[in-house]
């Protein structure tokens, strides 16, 4: 039973590009979080989706931030125009419609903007 | 006030020590509470949910007191591999909005 996947694992972008970070829950789950942890920090959540539709977007910044949850495919955190403050590991979690407050995580994808 | 505070740590503590770390939450309204361990540069995983009831899992137990909104996790017979950074975590129950504590950093030495 493969758990919550993340891709890719490292993504490194220059100033001003675009970085999409991908994220399939695992089997069965159809809630979908992502997270961010900025070094040494703990973890801010962002956004809670479900097939097709943003639940909760309170943690997202309002700029340059979007994530979707397609009927079909991954979720998609995508963050435009990306800077160094951006740098940080984001994590996406999966949980059950059965069990929906107990989420299970990914390996993360760490972000290093130039 | 933050929204779940946890003790800063970190804790330095012998194998064999018995180590006690505490959370406090401040929505009363807050549905469910979990621990969650997190390796260095690894993603959290869960180590266990917390009931009123209070619940144990081997080495480790957790306790809930709803009443002073405060979380506990106490590890018996600490391990060398116990050394992790312990989340609280706390759900809100609406929309699921999940809130994550800072986090206490244990090592745990020979």
């Known amino acids: 039973n493969a758990g919550v996947m993340q891709n890719p694992r490292h993504l490194v972008r220059r100033r001003g590009q675009e970085a999409r970070l991908r994220c399939s829950p695992m089997?069965?789950?159809?809630?979908v979080y992502w997270y961010r942890q900025l070094p040494e920090e703990g973890l801010k959540f962002m956004v809670y989706?479900?097939?097709?539709?943003?639940?909760?977007e309170s943690g997202m910044p309002k700029e340059r931030f979007s994530a979707e949850f397609p009927k079909e495919g991954p979720s998609i955190l995508r963050i435009q125009q990306v800077v160094r403050g951006d740098s940080a590991a984001y994590f996406c979690?999966?949980?059950?419609?059965?069990?929906?407050?107990?989420?299970?995580f990914g390996p993360g994808t760490r972000l290093t903007v130039l | 006030r933050k929204e779940v505070e946890q003790d800063p740590g970190p804790f330095n503590v012998p194998e064999g020590a018995t180590v006690a770390f505490n959370c406090t939450y401040s929505?009363?309204?807050?549905?469910?509470f979990f621990w969650y361990r997190q390796d260095c540069r690894k993603e959290p995983k869960l180590l266990m949910s917390?009931?009123?009831s209070g619940n144990e899992d081997g080495r480790f137990t957790a306790q809930l007191n709803r009443a002073s909104q405060y979380i506990s996790l106490l590890i018996r017979d600490s391990k060398l591999s116990d050394s992790a950074t312990y989340l609280c975590?706390?759900?809100?129950?609406?929309?699921?909005?999940?809130?994550f504590g800072a986090g206490t950093r244990l090592f745990v030495k020979a």
């Open positions: 979690a999966s949980s059950s419609l059965v069990v929906p407050d107990t989420q299970y």
């Open positions: 089997k069965g789950h159809s809630h």
């Open positions: 989706l479900q097939k097709e539709n943003i639940i909760d």
């Open positions: 929505n009363s309204a807050s549905q469910s």
């Open positions: 917390v009931y009123s």
């Open positions: 975590v706390v759900n809100e129950g609406r929309g699921f909005k999940t809130i």
